[in-house]
């Protein structure tokens, strides 16, 4: 088949990587245009463009797919089918058209459940105990196709949005790879998505990484700080400077104090807990801070932080503001 493939991020690349190693043709690449990142706001083009341009695929970065003219260059392409994978952009009805096979969508999770921008950290914050890949036909509504098929994913303990991200991609590349003969042969037969188990998952905000030790239990303050790893970063303020929280588990311990309060280990009796730093209490429990980053500074494992900040022992986190980016 003649593919036009449609990405921009990390996920999409186990994707692409797989269709070009196929017995496919892609005939371009369709990405996100080159955007300032970092501190230094140096613009960078989409992970996939590299790629692609790696590879000797023709790439297009329109700002809107949708306009007349990008429709009809993408006619002019004549592809049998499009694959899209984390695209970044809305197609409207003249784009899904265009295919005579259609759209396929692979998607980071089990339909219908985390439909929308950011499915694996809602899996994540949710606690749910799996979650994967879903091979979709596109429709003009926000991740609603029929679903083709689906691989299914463990979520392990210590699972962060970035870990298990990379998981799900190769999943779901895999999974298109054995879907695309059959489909093309008219040998799958979509299944209708079922609206009462649809959950939607939006897009992450920086300020969604503050830790609220007195409204989360030691759980969901773990959960959070997995989830929004590698980005925004779970982010707390001590001494008026942020400090993200990179790594932490949640605990059972006898010390007791109001929420955000951090403490020592090391007690009589206590027994001893691997890598950790120091402790925090929670609205309920407590957590064990394994790895953090101060502003400026790089990752370092907590112990290695509260040696040069053993002041903070017994002072409280408050919230950080906006979830900082130190």
């Known amino acids: 088949m003649r593919i036009v493939f449609l990405g921009s991020p990390q ?29 230094g706001r140096k613009t960078s083009p989409p992970p996939v463009k590299t790629l692609a341009l790696e590879r000797g695929i023709d790439v297009r970065q329109p700002r809107s797919i949708s306009k007349s003219e990008v429709v009809a260059e993408l006619r002019r392409l004549a592809p049998d089918l499009a694959v899209i994978a984390a695209y970044g952009q809305i197609l409207k009805q003249p784009v ?34 799996e979650t994967g890949a879903t091979i979709m ?45 059959r489909y093309a042969a008219g040998r799958l037969t979509p299944v209708e998505q079922d609206e009462a188990l649809a959950t939607y998952a939006p897009r992450i905000e920086k300020a969604d990484a503050r830790l609220d030790w007195a409204r989360d239990d030691a759980a969901t303050v773990a959960r959070k700080v997995r989830a929004y ?27 007791d104090d109001e929420p955000g309060t951090i403490f020592a280990f090391g007690g009589v009796g206590e027994p001893p807990l691997f890598g950790a730093g120091f402790g925090v209490v929670a609205r309920e429990g407590q957590v064990a801070v394994i790895a953090v980053q101060a502003p400026g500074g790089r990752a370092m494992m907590a112990a290695a932080y509260l040696n040069g900040h053993a002041s903070i022992i017994g002072k409280r986190f408050d919230a950080a503001v906006g979830g900082e980016r130190p």
């Open 11 to 39: 996920f999409a690349l186990p994707t692409l990587r797989r269709l070009v190693e196929s017995e496919h043709e892609v005939v371009a690449v369709f990405t996100q245009p080159d955007r300032p990142v970092g501190r």
């Open 96 to 129: 899904l058209d265009v295919p005579p096979l259609g759209v396929l969508n692979v998607h980071a999770s089990l339909l219908p459940r985390w439909r929308g921008a950011a499915p694996v950290p809602a899996a994540i914050l949710a606690g749910d105990a």
């Open 137 to 181: 036909q596109v429709r003009l509504a926000l991740d609603a196709g029929p679903l083709l098929a689906s691989a299914r994913l463990p979520i392990a303990p210590a699972d962060t949005t970035g870990t298990l991200t990379e998981r799900i991609a190769q999943a779901g590349a895999d999974l298109l790879i054995d879907v695309l003969p």
């Open 229 to 255: 790893n590698p980005w925004p970063v779970a982010c707390s303020t001590i001494d008026g400077e942020p400090l993200r929280i990179l790594e932490c588990i949640p605990i059972t311990h006898p010390f």
